[in-house]
């Protein structure tokens, strides 16, 4: 009776667990996803370098690397993931330039790939707050930089944006007249204070959805070591003790061939004092 | 005194015979210890190959590689599509056709001929640490295993092939993948019993604490295709190999 009554219960909670293993894989689906940038020069920038950028998002939480090249050496660069709802999500094109000056600045890209969502700084705060957080981006030592930062919490909004390819990372900084650092008579229309070659953008790609469903971060442990240096260690450890104590043996008996004698006198002498 | 007598006597004999014992034992060890020595030494099974610098392929899409014999393009490089990267990049639309979608069929087994490697095909995901999964101990640990989350061999994009250096039984599937030579074919035969063919760019090893997925995983323009093996030392305190062993391929 109670048996049974157990089992009535038990059948639409087994149905009803195995709905919900049904919708979640789908739901996660949704919630996690591999984006690919291929970072290029900015219209009109000149920034001779190039690199690639890649995202990962779990449930709101991302992961980002990125690797360049060619950027202006041992100057520190900003760097951000770019969003806006009303954004064209593409890279800024000369047409961009509406003061004419020649050049694009970080708010005549505003329309092609829209605001700070995430300022890809190496310690701290990684919201917009930091976009200008100059002492906690990337140095490019060579011209280049190798960034990578896991556990980075985004709005769900922005996570959505991102794993639906509508992000575009932009790495900012660049050198107009070519003499090696951040100058020039042009105010940074982010921060007076800076030259708007510090905060102009120099490198910038889509984060299209990658051609990889999921992203390993790193390679595979393929091996046990089997065929590794000096393999059969505790076979020729034995070996080696056996024929140590053989030698030893061996050696001795040699040895006590010419004492032999002496204790055999040993001997009789003692049975001749008794 | 008569046992006294009669032992003394016997005392020599028998010491004689203990010493003749311990020579036979001690021969005895010598010959069985140099036995295990000579069979341990027999039974070293040679290293895995490591791949030459040179013999690194070059870097396509001009990401600052963080491998070790990652070279400069050399005069024989793949045209270079960097020009053509800014545009597709900048224009390509969200949700680029994803492999599955294609309907490419599922890899079934991979065969490396110069090599005499010829292997079924695992499916495997990715593991805890969000490294590749790997074969598991037992009667599949020798098989090379497909990565679910990589294009299917044949789709456009850097399918992901992975295979154990060595295991419980010596060299596995991919011992010998460090010394596979450029231009070397790979076939790998799908479940509609369809072969696609691929041709060796390159081999390259990267450490594992600083393995370039910008250059591995990237996109491409075109069917390519990743053999990963492990390499490098040992580190016996972690029980891994220190670096991967990358195959670079494409499409024949």
């Known amino acids: 009776m109670k048996t049974s009554y157990r089992a009535a219960l038990a059948v639409p909670a087994v149905s009803l667990a195995a709905m919900l293993a049904m919708a979640l894989p789908a739901s996660a689906a949704s919630d996690s996803g591999s984006n690919e940038a291929k970072l290029a020069p900015v219209a009109l920038n000149d920034a001779d370098g190039s690199g690639v950028a890649m995202t990962t998002v779990k449930d709101d939480v991302l992961t980002v690397t990125f690797t360049a090249e060619g950027l202006l050496p041992d100057n520190p660069h900003a760097a951000h993931i770019h969003f806006g709802a009303e954004a064209r999500h593409e ?23 829209g605001d700070i969502v995430v300022s890809l700084t190496k310690t701290g ?81 889509v984060l ?4 990889m469903s999921a992203m390993p971060s790193g390679g595979a442990q393929t091996g046990s070591g089997s065929t590794a240096g000096v393999q059969d260690t505790g076979l020729l450890a034995a070996g080696g003790l056996a024929m140590a104590a053989g030698a030893v043996l061996v050696l001795r008996r040699r040895r006590d061939v010419v004492p032999a004698q002496q204790v055999g006198q040993h001997v009789d002498r003692t049975a001749d004092d008794r | 005194m008569d046992a006294d007598g009669a032992r003394t006597p016997g005392h020599q004999p028998g010491r004689g ?42 870097s396509r899409d001009g990401a600052a590689g963080a491998g070790r014999g990652v070279p400069a393009p050399g005069p024989s490089a793949t045209p270079d599509d960097r020009g053509a990267a800014p545009t597709s990049a900048a224009s390509a639309p969200a949700g680029a056709p994803s492999a599955a979608a294609t309907g ?10 110069s090599l005499h490697v010829s292997s079924r095909l695992l499916t495997l995901g990715l593991a805890s640490d969000g490294t590749i999964a790997v074969p598991a101990k037992g009667p599949n640990y020798d098989r090379a295993a497909w990565f679910d989350g990589s294009p299917r061999p044949g789709a456009v994009g850097p399918a992901v092939i992975e295979g154990h250096v060595d295991g419980a039984n010596g060299p596995s599937v991919f011992h010998e993948l460090g010394r596979i030579q450029k231009g070397a ?12 063919r691929f041709v060796v760019d390159g081999v390259a ?10 250059v591995v995983y990237a996109n491409t323009d075109r069917p390519e295709l990743r ?26």
Not at chain 1, 91 to 113: M, R, V
Not at chain 1, 208 to 211: G, L, N, R, T, Y
Not at chain 2, 108 to 113: D, L, M, R, W
């Open chain 2, 227 to 252: 053999l990963i093996t492990c390499g490098g030392a040992f580190d016996r305190r972690t029980g891994h190999y220190v670096d991967n062993t990358v195959v670079f391929a494409h499409l024949a």
């Open chain 1, 91 to 113: 890279c800024p094109a000369a047409s961009d330039d509406k003061d004419g000056s020649g050049t694009l600045n970080t708010t005549e890209g505003g329309p092609a790939y």
């Open chain 2, 104 to 113: 490419v069929p599922r890899p079934q087994s991979v065969s490396i001929p």
């Open chain 1, 208 to 211: 299209a959805v990658s051609q």
């Open chain 2, 185 to 196: 074919r790979i076939d790998v035969t799908r479940t509609d019993g369809s072969v696609v």
């Open chain 1, 125 to 205: 705060d990684t919201s917009p707050r930091s976009g200008l957080a100059v002492d906690r981006f990337d140095t490019a030592k060579g011209g280049k930089i190798s960034y990578q930062r896991g556990s980075i919490k985004v709005s769900h909004e922005v996570g959505e944006a991102i794993i639906a390819g509508k992000s575009v990372v932009v790495i900012h900084g660049v050198d107009h007249n070519g003499d090696g650092k951040y100058d020039g008579d042009t105010k940074s229309d982010l921060d007076p204070s800076l030259p708007t070659e510090a905060t102009d953008p120099a490198l910038c790609g």
């Open chain 2, 17 to 58: 015979r203990r010493r003749v014992a311990a020579v036979v034992v001690g021969a005895g060890l010598l010959a069985a210890g140099g036995a295990a020595v000579t069979t341990a030494l027999a039974a070293q099974l040679p290293a895995p190959p490591t791949p030459a610098a040179s013999a690194a392929p070059s």
């Open chain 2, 205 to 214: 090893s990267y450490p594992k604490d600083d393995f370039p997925i910008t």
